[in-house]
């Protein structure tokens, strides 16, 4: 089972994620998802009565997700749902969008589901692996991105990004221009791979084409394990629960979205006043041409 990459929290997501579950186990999960404050505060004894299981199942559980013990596990829950309005967050992503909720609903439901995906995203990259990126982002000589559908709007917007640090980039759409590009750069290149499954076969062919010629590439895709990220040399990691009838990956999106932005920010920090003064010099004000009656 993957862990996060973040010692200092994480058990959550790694809870909403683990897979070799017994349906005793995955109770146990469940409740304490429905029952988050007064699960952290229950004993072991208690919570096996509550579920219906035994202590022996608790600490079955408590080992699958990589904690020694129950005190340990309830510590680390503990500090995780700490802040009063993150657990509302965690809480309130849980319920689905449904067919008949009034607006008001819809509003707090996706709200809480895109937030839970943020806070969760930060929770499975460690600062080390995401240092290593802009190290590599800082010493490319351009930076290309690629992604079909919904994550080509995300590497559109990332390509911008680099137009305004000065970088040369691409963000090319259609497979055969991605694959193409992919052979044509070599040298300094640095590839970013997007997607949420981590099995687009396009993205795939070109994470192939990538590696033949040697290209640098990391993948931003989803906690699991699938194929992108066995290809890609570097992986960061996006979260979130997408539902059977997402438009577009929504959450998936929002996490890609804010995690790019991670990295820019931390890369203008690396040399602030460089990049400070070329986005000056970059920045074009939008103004609307304002169109004249003839009449």
């Known amino acids: 089972m993957k862990q996060p990459g973040n010692n200092r ?24 998802f429905a029952n988050l404050r007064d699960v952290s505060s229950m004993g072991i004894v208690e919570l096996g009565e509550r579920t219906f299981t035994s202590t022996t199942t608790v ?49 707090t439901k996706v709200s809480d589901q895109n937030a839970k995906s943020i806070i969760d995203t930060s929770n499975i990259n ?13 010493s ?27 970088i040369p980039s691409s963000a090319l759409e259609g497979g055969l221009s991605m694959r193409m590009n992919a052979k044509a750069y070599q040298d300094g290149a640095l590839a970013f791979l997007i997607s949420y499954t981590g099995e687009t076969d396009t993205i795939i062919q070109v994470a192939k084409e990538l590696n033949s010629v040697g290209t640098t590439s990391v993948s931003l ?11 890609c040399t570097h992986n960061l990691y996006v979260q979130s629960s997408e539902s059977w009838n997402r438009l577009g990956g929504m959450s998936s999106r929002i996490s890609t979205l804010n995690l790019l932005d991670v990295l820019f920010t931390a890369l203008i920090n690396t040399s602030y ?23």
């Open 273 to 295: 006043e460089e990049y400070t003064d070329i986005m000056n010099r970059t920045n074009v004000p939008n103004r609307e041409s304002e169109s004249k009656n003839p009449e």
């Open 221 to 231: 895709t989803s906690f699991t394990e699938n194929r992108l990220e066995k290809l």
């Open 126 to 138: 460690s600062p080390e692996v995401i240092g290593e990126v802009i190290s590599l982002m800082r």
């Open 140 to 166: 490319a000589k351009r930076i290309d991105f690629y992604g079909v559908g919904p994550s080509n709007v995300v590497a559109v917007d990332a390509q911008i990004k680099c137009m305004r640090l000065g």
């Open 9 to 32: 929290s994480g058990l959550l997501a790694t809870m909403r994620q683990v897979k070799d579950l017994s349906p005793s186990e995955r109770h146990i999960v469940d409740f304490i």
């Open 59 to 107: 600490k079955r559980l408590c080992r699958k997700l990589g904690i020694e013990s129950y005190t340990d596990f309830r510590l680390q829950l503990s500090a995780e749902i700490a802040s009063y309005a993150r657990m509302n967050i965690l809480e309130g992503a849980r319920e689905p969008v449904d067919r008949y909720d009034t607006i008001s609903d819809i509003i």
